[in-house]
């Protein structure tokens, strides 16, 4: 395997591997080293069908249903659509955040199968690496992060954004971390997204609103803190949502742009970090 950073501190691009093969253990400890420690892969160059997508995903942890799946008994549960057209009233995913933080697990990884790029170019995605949005808070910030929680709201982005319509009782919501252990490299990250994150729990909802928006503001803000991926059609891109957060780009309408996203669950609920611990 080739691999080549994308930035010094997030995302690689790795060629010389076919994942529509089954990996050997080898490769696959290769590049679960690679991904834990860059962020981000991009595979460019695969030719990969629906089960050979679900086949390398399923290498990294059971794959989720997406909880937007209730709607759609027709399709498989397990691949998540990514179609934006000039009929589309709004593109997945075209602000920051991490994939679906109300569930209690959510999912550790995404694996995004690009068919599709738009002719007009555009259609990036950027990623941010939340381990250097923590390492970049103030000493004070960080205490004060240290040791809350924030409640994350599936309805925020389905129901407020997209305008789906909930499953009974709701989609999820969960409590998280707000500086969470990454459980593979033991390092703390910022754990709240402006997609998903309703409140930090026990502020008054002022706090918590300047507080969450001064943190998206920050990293909005903060260029370096990003990578950025440029499809072509049969590039793969794999993410850890542990430590990233992630922006598709809507800046080619009335163009198209279609992809395929197989995630996996995260094995444990995230953890808050204890510094010293
Ligand atoms: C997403 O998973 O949020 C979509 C990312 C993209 O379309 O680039």
Known sequence: MEVQTLTPHLGAKVQGIDLSKSLTDDQFSELKALIVRYG?????GQKL???????FAAMFGDLHVHPMHHTRPDIDPHILTVKTDKNSAYTAGNGWHTDVTCDERPPAFSALYMKEVP????GDTLFANMYLAYELLSDAMKD???GLTATHDGGLPYVGAYKSTPPEGGYPVSKHPVIAK???SGKPVLYVNSGFTARIDGLNPLESRSILDMLYRFIESTPRLTARVVWEPGMLTLWDNRCTQHHAIWDYYPHSRYGERVSVVAEHRPEAFVSGG
């Open 40 to 44: 981000v892969l991009v595979f460019p």
């Open 49 to 55: 069908s629906q089960d050979d997508h679900k086949r």
């Open 119 to 122: 002719e007009c170019g555009g």
């Open 144 to 146: 004060f992060l240290g």
């Open 182 to 184: 990454h459980p593979e």
